[in-house]
């Protein structure tokens, strides 16, 4: 057991499989509505092999796609709500800046949908005395930013949940998922350990395509779920320089658009650092990950990137300070998976996956998403949200292996 309460004998509302933060925040709703759910981890939870963990996450509401700001704003209020339930913060509110090429259609996009400010000339961006804005390029300022501490974030929904019932076992590989009649769901561990529920929602990450191909007998419809190796890198502040990145000074959250995307939180977490990382990386295998694949091709255009844009606040000399493996969960159109596996297990089987890089800050509207699938058979908090989720649903790829996309150029992040 991980957490105090009960052995989990008997017969629960819901299992959750995946302890990352979409399952944390799935098994904190259902156990909110009094529900008895039961949330397993394959590995010791908060553990670093997936995508849940490391110092932090921004928050923002600036994205291409117009079906994810109503998400966004829905996961910021709830945000609020578990840290009013837990008593303490999780996430620093801060500015958030865009910048980019003029006529980059991603980047105004983004600004269009997330009711960012625009300032079409480089040098009155708030914050230009840091960012040295290239001939041609745009900025927009908006006020919905703000840094998560990702695996302070994970525990803490994680004990909200227990404190509202829930049984939590780490250290527990599910192989199996079996229906056994309607409402009759088995859950079978690696160890021969049975669990039974009504419900389960299954939300492991990069694991995905492998446990719904053991369990089903066959892949998703396409391969939609491809694990990726990516770098989290921490640079260092030139001197006399370090107070001015920091989130007490008020400097931003940023993510520059263009070839390579290139994301930022605040010096916070390791003072006289900035994190400045790169979007993406090679595919892996979850389970025999070279740990050092792509350091040169993830850092190298992240230096390059910094001396353009940066270059009198952060050194790019010797490399990044701190180098931390990560891993995506990538769909072919960075888009979610949120819907029921479907088949001969109808809606008794709920799928969260793919989020692809971009999906921490939503994690309390996604779990609340699918703990509502699973227990109503439909997320009216979502409706209410004013979130679609039809962009989510797995049927997307079956006439289509790119998902939402209808070419190559409506990419976004």
């Not at 394959?42 to 994810?68: K, M, N, V």
């Not at 804005?133 to 990702?150: F, H, N, R």
């Not at 900035?274 to 091709?297: E, F, L, Q, V, Y």
């Not at 227990?375 to 004013?386: F, N, P």
């Amino acid at each position: 057991m991980a957490a105090s309460g009960p052995e989990a004998p008997g017969r629960f509302d819901v299992i959750v499989v995946g302890a990352g933060i979409m399952g944390s925040c799935a098994a904190y709703a259902v156990s909110s509505r009094g529900a008895r759910v039961l949330l397993l981890e394959r590995f010791d939870l908060l553990h670093h092999r997936g995508s849940s963990h490391g110092e932090s996450r921004t928050i923002r509401a600036t994205y291409p796609q117009a079906h994810y700001p109503p998400m966004v704003r829905l996961a910021r209020r709830l945000w609020d709500d578990a840290q009013a339930d837990a008593g303490y913060r999780v996430l620093t509110p801060t500015p958030h800046l865009d910048l980019g090429p003029r006529d980059e259609p991603a980047l105004l996009a983004a600004i269009r949908n997330g009711g960012a400010v625009e300032v079409v000339d480089g040098a009155a961006c708030p914050w230009e005395g840091v960012f040295r804005v290239p001939d041609g390029w745009t900025a927009a300022a908006s006020e919905i930013g703000g840094v998560l501490k990702a695996t302070k974030a994970v525990a803490m929904f994680q004990a909200l949940a227990v404190k509202k019932g829930a049984v939590v076992r780490d250290r527990t590989e599910v192989v199996d998922v079996t229906k056994r009649g309607e409402g009759s769901i088995v859950v079978k561990a690696s160890s021969g350990e049975e669990f039974h529920a009504a419900k389960c929602i299954v939300t492991v990450g990069a694991w995905t395509s492998k446990l719904v191909k053991s369990v089903t007998g066959m892949d998703l419809p396409v391969q939609p779920v491809q694990p990726v190796h990516t770098l989290i890198c921490y640079w260092k502040a030139k001197p006399g320089r370090e107070r001015e990145l920091t989130t007490e000074a008020g400097f931003p959250t940023f993510a520059s658009y263009g070839d390579p995307y290139i994301y930022s939180t605040p010096s916070m977490e390791f003072p006289g650092l900035i994190k400045i990382a790169m979007h993406g990386g090679p595919p892996c295998d979850p389970d025999s990950r070279d740990w050092s694949t792509g350091s040169a091709a993830l850092v190298d255009p992240l230096a390059r990137w910094i001396d353009a844009v940066m270059p009198a606040h952060v050194d790019t000399a010797g490399g990044p300070v701190i180098r931390q493996s990560c891993m995506y969960s990538m769909t072919p159109d960075e888009d979610y998976v949120i819907d029921f596996l479907g088949g001969a297990f109808g809606k008794d089987v709920v799928v969260g996956a793919g989020f692809s890089g971009h999906g921490f800050k939503m994690g309390p509207a996604v779990g609340r998403i699918l703990a509502e699938m699973a227990m109503d058979g439909e997320a009216r908090t979502a409706a209410e949200a004013g979130v679609e989720l039809e962009h989510f649903r797995i049927g997307r790829f079956v006439d289509n292996p790119k998902g939402n996309l209808k070419d190559s150029g409506d990419q976004g992040r």
